[in-house]
């Protein structure tokens, strides 16, 4: 198919035969010939966000929902450098988005023109892959290959700049496009040798551990990996991407690792003589002090990019494949095997831990709510087939430890860039991309404040998530750090200092949103009920809970995971010789 058209309707055109239904975006001048075209389509849906770090994060909560490439635009120079942010959190936590921005006139690109930003340098760091185009008849072919990347390998973004000229001129659209990646190529299969020496290392193990990351969830293995654990009868940890990838309720999961995760989930790194990686970067959060992490184990790490394989910890077993490959060979190997683990005397170990370190939390004299509360009788209410988002601090850690994730894909959050303001934008997008599913942004008064503005964004919309802030007045896991190594010098953590600015209640309002306060625990059913019977407007409730809530257990930054403490003040719950 060939036809003559401008670069802008090259663009649009592109996108639609791509398949993206939904494009988050603010128009200017660099931009502004692309808009013009999208004004008349009727396959791409065009949301008008508040801000583009509001559109790159809606674009993450689409993509994360669906499976599918998220699209977010933007102008040039200042419109551009504002999806930084969210381009930044995608790359960490392996996301598909591709971000498309404009650009100045190809003949004044480098003259410092107005609002003019190397866009493409700035984010060369941080993405996949970045093009910059100023060729018109460069722009189909450029689409279908931003996809591809962001979509295939280790998922990630991609960034498309294109110059104003570009989408002026006139070029002859052709349809299919031939890519031009002579250098891409993900390695999806696993090495049948290294298959084999994993299984042999888990039939020898005495005490293993299946270590899951997001990359289990990114290929799409959650059945996989059940099968797989249910085979092996080894003891499953999920990390914060992970979370759901396998179901809370079963009997094999210990919980997250972590700096604020489960004791026995902790105690079982420490004490294995065996890790399967599955998609993980042993990331510093999950390691702690990386010198003594999982002493005594030997590690199986299967991961789609080979830069991971052993970049923080030696793999003894390194395997470089799709999760979802890799698991269906290694259940094969396992079988072939026809050895199962005697993981008795393990399982008495864990046990222990979960008997003597349950998860819990601390209930005020005063009769104010604690946080935690919050967050259970959300998952008791709401239930397992909603989606949670949440941006990052005290709120985040408590919705991965107190709401029950059974699905895959229902916690989506902000993992290794540990972005605030991300719930309330990811939540919208998710939405979006999943209509029929409810849709609850789990924020802090803190990160609330960053992008609420994108609540008029849904008002307008019709896009009813519903946000639940927990509100302790403060940026509470820094306050928690001053209580814990600042001998309680709280600098300027006090978001509120004398009264309630702003007020979340007559905020939601503002923007067209039921807003509704919660401040006792024996209310925290009603309202909760309450938001769940609207669904054609959002809802944005105000959790009133007490500012020294703590997130337990700890392991400090820079320290062992040995080192880990369950309350303030207390001994390490076990020595290294344990």
Request: charged residues 20%; contains cysteine.
């Amino acid at each position: 198919m060939t036809e003559q058209m401008t670069g802008a309707q090259a663009l649009v055109r592109a996108l639609e035969n791509v398949g993206v239904d939904t494009v988050f975006g603010i128009p200017g001048g660099a931009i502004l010939p692309a808009y013009d075209p999208l004004y008349d389509s009727v396959k791409v849906r065009h949301v008008l966000v508040r801000h583009e770090q509001g559109a790159g994060h809606a674009a993450q909560g689409y993509a994360q929902a669906t499976g599918k490439v998220g699209v977010c635009m933007a102008t040039s120079g200042p419109g551009a450098t504002n999806l930084v942010t969210p381009i930044a959190d995608a790359y960490m936590d392996s996301v598909p988005i591709v971000a498309i921005t404009g650009q100045v006139t190809s003949a004044a690109i480098g003259t410092d023109a107005f609002q003019e930003a190397d866009i493409s340098g700035i984010t060369m760091p941080i993405t996949k892959h970045n093009f910059l185009v100023t060729d018109p008849a460069d722009i189909a072919r450029t689409i279908v290959e931003a996809f591809h990347i962001a979509g295939t390998g280790r998922p990630g973004p991609v960034l498309v700049d294109i110059s104003k000229d570009a989408l002026t001129n006139k070029t002859v659209f052709q349809w299919p496009p031939v890519m031009q990646l002579p250098g891409y190529r993900p390695v999806t299969r696993p090495h049948s040798k290294q298959i084999r020496e994993a299984a042999k290392l888990i039939a020898e193990a005495k005490r293993p551990v299946l270590y899951v990351g997001g990359g289990v969830h990114k290929a799409r293995a959650a059945a996989e990996l059940l099968e797989f654990a249910e085979l092996t009868g080894i003891p499953v940890v999920t990390t914060l991407m992970a979370r759901g990838t396998f179901p809370d309720s079963h009997r094999q999961h210990l919980g997250m690792p972590g700096m604020h995760g489960s004791v026995p989930a902790v105690g079982a790194l420490q004490r294995a003589d065996l890790l399967v990686g599955l998609g993980v970067r042993f990331d510093d959060r999950v390691t702690g002090n990386l010198d003594s992490f999982a002493p005594f184990a030997k590690v199986v790490h299967a991961d789609i990019d080979p830069a991971e394989i052993s970049k923080n910890r030696h793999a003894d077993v390194p395997i470089v494949g799709d999760c979802k490959e890799v698991i269906t060979e290694l259940i094969n190997a396992v079988r072939n095997e026809n050895r199962k683990g005697d993981y008795s005397e393990w399982w008495r170990q864990l046990d222990a831990y979960r008997e003597t370190y349950p998860l819990g939390y601390t209930e005020f004299e005063d009769g104010s709510i604690a946080p935690q509360y919050v967050m259970q009788r959300l998952s008791a209410i709401v239930g397992p087939d909603a989606i949670y988002t949440a941006g990052v601090g005290q709120h985040q850690m408590w919705a991965s430890q107190f709401i029950g994730y059974e699905n895959p894909g229902s916690f989506i959050n902000s993992g290794g860039a540990g972005t605030m303001g991300f719930a309330v934008p990811a939540a919208m997008g998710a939405k979006m991309g999943r209509p029929d599913t409810t849709v609850w942004a789990v924020d802090g008064d803190g990160c609330f404040q960053m992008t609420n503005q994108e609540l008029a964004t849904c008002a307008i919309e019709g896009v009813p998530i519903k946000v639940a802030v927990i509100n302790n007045g403060n940026l509470g896991m820094v306050r928690q750090w001053q209580t814990l190594f600042y001998n309680q010098r709280y600098s300027n953590t006090n978001l509120q200092q004398v009264r309630r600015i702003p007020d979340f209640v007559k905020l939601a309002e503002a923007y067209g949103c039921v807003g509704l306060r919660c401040e006792r625990p024996e209310d925290v059913d009603e309202v909760i009920k309450k938001a769940m019977e609207i669904n054609d407007v959002p809802v944005v409730i105000d959790f009133v809970v007490h500012e020294d809530a703590m997130v337990w257990p700890m392991v400090a930054a820079g320290t062992s995971n040995d080192d880990i403490k369950f309350a303030r003040d207390m001994a390490p719950l076990w020595d290294s010789e344990d």
